[in-house]
Nanobody, 124 residues
Framework: QVQLVESGGGLVQAGGSLRLSCAASGRTFSSNVMGWFRHAPGKEREFVAAISMSGGSTYYADSVKGRFTISRDNAKNTMYLQMNSLKPEDTAVYYC?????????????????WGQGTQVTVSS
C-alpha cells in the first residue's frame, strides 16, 4: 500500500510559477515510479509527467515540456512538480500517482495508487 498526499496548489496569474509536492508513505518510496496527472472540468484526465524510481528518467506530456520539471527526493519520500510559465489551460486538479510498474504509469496511465488531488488555478 502507498499513501500519497499532494500540496502546493493555489491561484496564480498567467506566467507565474507553482511547485507541487507529493509526500508518500507506506511501501518504500524508491520502489515506486511516480507521476503527475491532471483533470480539468469537462476534460478527460491527462498525463502530465512521470519519473523513474531512481529519478534518472523523466517523461513529459508535450503540453508541459519545457515549462514543468518533475523531480523526487527519495530520502524525503517526496516528489515535486515545478511549474513555470503557467497558462490558463493548466488549470486543473493535479493528482500524484504511484506504481511499481513503469508501464502502468507511463504507457497505460493507470497507476495503482492515487492522491486526493490539489487544485491549481491560473488566471489570465
Amino acid at each position: 500500500q502507498v499513501q500519497l498526499v499532494e500540496s502546493g496548489g493555489g491561484l496564480v496569474q498567467a506566467g507565474g510559477s507553482l511547485r507541487l509536492s507529493c509526500a508518500a508513505s507506506g511501501r518504500t518510496f524508491s520502489s515506486n515510479v511516480m507521476g503527475w496527472f491532471r483533470h480539468a472540468p469537462g476534460k478527460e484526465r491527462e498525463f502530465v509527467a512521470a519519473i523513474s524510481m531512481s529519478g534518472g528518467s523523466t517523461y513529459y506530456a508535450d503540453s508541459v515540456k519545457g515549462r514543468f520539471t518533475i523531480s523526487r527526493d527519495n530520502a524525503k519520500n517526496t516528489m515535486y512538480l515545478q511549474m513555470n510559465s503557467l497558462k490558463p489551460e493548466d488549470t486543473a486538479v493535479y493528482y500524484c500517482a504511484a506504481d511499481s510498474s513503469t508501464y502502468l504509469v507511463v504507457s497505460t496511465r493507470r497507476p495503482g495508487y492515487w492522491g486526493q488531488g490539489t487544485q491549481v488555478t491560473v488566471s489570465s
